[in-house]
């Protein structure tokens, strides 16, 4: 199985500050990544696929980066309602697998 | 819009066997480009995929829980069924059904969702 790494865990971050989360895979998966986006007590959402397309109705705050091993999920401006919980998932190989998630909280 | 819903016993004893099904609304089951997908979340494992059928019945599962999953569709009622056997507390989690769509060069991903079901393991 791929293993999917995510850094930080968790993080604390105001309005309007951009923030950055890493996915590490444990080999090479070209751009077969995807982010997720899930708020508490409601399913996870997809914000961009094959690493770097928004997909349509996220807003444009949301990018993606990254290929090969190394992945970048970016929100240039925090909105109230981006706290939640992020998850990168690679569609490289069955099974699918997800990282462990990083929690975005208010400071 | 495509809806997914899903609906099962939120209870199951250990050892016995749990039973879901995923009801579409808002678009077919038979839909060439799309897999159809259970997937699980405990906060021990985090997000787990446990498999996808196709409407023709094809199914792929994960390798940790072959042994003890079977996948079904039901083309005429536009839904899909999930059975996991011989449960213990560690199946214990929220289980979604979702939709994987596919997209330029192969890259896949979940795109709609149901709102997800707790199933809880105990006597």
């Known amino acids: 199985d791929i293993q999917m790494t995510q850094s930080p865990s968790s993080l604390s971050a105001s309005v309007g500050d951009r923030v950055s989360i890493t996915c590490r895979a444990s080999q090479n998966i070209m751009t077969y990544l995807n982010w997720y986006q899930q708020r508490p007590g409601e399913a996870p959402k997809v914000l961009i696929y094959a690493a770097t397309r928004l997909q349509s109705g996220v807003p444009s705050r949301f990018g993606g980066s990254g290929s090969g091993a190394e992945f970048t999920l970016t929100i240039s401006s925090l909105q109230p309602e981006d706290f939640a919980t992020y998850y990168c998932?690679?569609?490289?190989?069955?099974?699918?697998?997800f990282g462990q998630g990083t929690k975005v909280e208010i400071k | 819009q495509l809806q997914l819903q899903e609906s099962g016993p939120g209870l199951v004893k250990p050892s016995e066997t749990l039973s879901l099904t995923c009801s579409l609304s808002g678009g077919s089951i038979k839909s060439n480009s799309d897999f159809w997908v259970w997937i699980r979340q405990s906060p021990g494992k985090g997000l787990e995929w446990i498999g996808n059928i196709y409407f023709s019945g094809d199914t792929s599962y994960n390798p940790s829980l072959k042994s003890r999953v079977t996948m079904s569709v039901d083309t005429s009622r536009n839904l899909f069924s999930l059975r996991l056997s011989s449960v213990t507390a560690a199946d214990t989690a929220v289980y979604y059904c979702?939709?994987?769509?596919?997209?330029?060069?192969?890259?896949?991903?979940?795109?709609?969702w149901g709102q997800g079901t707790l199933v809880t393991v105990s006597s």
């Open positions: 979702a939709r994987q769509t596919v997209v330029i060069s192969s890259h896949y991903y979940f795109d709609s």
């Open positions: 998932q690679q569609s490289f190989s069955v099974p699918r697998t």
